[in-house]
């Protein structure tokens, strides 16, 4: 490291309402994951947003109107520069980690796209910006390779896909008689999936699951691929 301070802008990449029940805590607040870049003039070319999974993170009370998301780290120094409420050490007000951010609906200046996706970097540092990294993979091979690699390589993509694998193992649950643990399971993976997923594959890639489910009953009809049931 030099003596010179490395100059980072932070950008603002406001998460999207409704919040999934773990920022639920911050509904009503502007809650921005904060991301640090040194290239601030590629951010017309933003295409998602990085996080690293097993990462820590926090939602830092930053002045009176803003919520931010990153390392306590990037936090405690922001606490000492202009923008922030000096001296006042930042109020975490929940802990997160980067799964917790996976999938998040962001809106970020300069994007073309009005809404960019959270998506997982396995190569993001602790300690370095703010633990949050925009994407512009037509300028950055490390955004590049790291979308490829979600792109094309269904076995790493997959990991973060399968909510009722990852819920069932974080559970510890043994067998398909595990029924109390399994209820649990359930309940988590269905709000999870229903109520708060995006589509990720198929002709209605990026709608919410919730319009989709309509959506693919009525194709499957039509196609004379399926029924309708009573009972
Ligand atoms: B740059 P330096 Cl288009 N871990 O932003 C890993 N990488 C991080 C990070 C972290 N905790 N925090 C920030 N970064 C990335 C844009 C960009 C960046 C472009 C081209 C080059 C470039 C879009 N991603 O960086 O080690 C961020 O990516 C070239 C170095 O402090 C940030 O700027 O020098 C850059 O690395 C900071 O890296």
Redesign the pocket.
Same mark, same amino acid.
């Given at each position: 490291e030099g003596v010179q301070p $490395?100059e980072?802008t932070i950008i603002k990449m406001e998460v999207v309402a409704p919040f999934p029940a773990k920022l639920g805590v911050l509904e009503g607040r502007k809650v921005f994951l904060a &991301? &640090? #870049?040194?290239?601030p003039e590629?951010m017309c070319? $933003?295409t998602n947003a990085?996080v690293?999974p097993n990462g820590k993170y926090g939602a830092f009370e930053i002045n009176d109107t803003d919520v931010f998301v990153l390392t306590q780290r990037a936090a405690l120094n922001l606490a000492y520069q202009e923008y922030s409420r000096v001296p006042e050490k930042p109020t975490c007000l929940v802990d997160l980690t980067g799964y917790d951010l996976i999938g998040l609906p962001l809106k970020s200046p300069l994007a073309l796209n009005q809404i960019i996706y959270a998506l997982p970097?396995l #190569?993001?540092? #602790? !300690?370095?910006? #703010?633990?949050?990294?925009?994407?512009?993979p037509?300028? &950055?091979p !490390? !955004?590049f390779m790291a979308l490829h690699d979600l792109k094309l390589k269904p076995a790493f993509r997959s990991k973060y896909d399968k909510a009722a694998e990852k819920v069932c193992v974080d559970l510890k649950i043994k067998s398909q008689n595990d029924r109390e643990k399994l209820a649990e399971a359930k309940r988590l993976t269905y709000l999870k999936g229903f109520t708060e997923g995006t589509m990720l594959v198929g002709e209605f890639n990026g709608r919410k699951v919730q319009e989709a489910k309509a959506l693919l009953r009525s194709k499957l009809i039509e196609a004379g691929d399926a029924i309708m049931y009573s009972e």
């Open positions: $490395q980072y &991301a &640090a #870049t040194l290239r590629t070319g $933003q990085w690293l970097m #190569t993001i540092l #602790t !300690d370095k910006g #703010t633990g949050i990294v925009t994407s512009v037509s300028d &950055a !490390d !955004d």
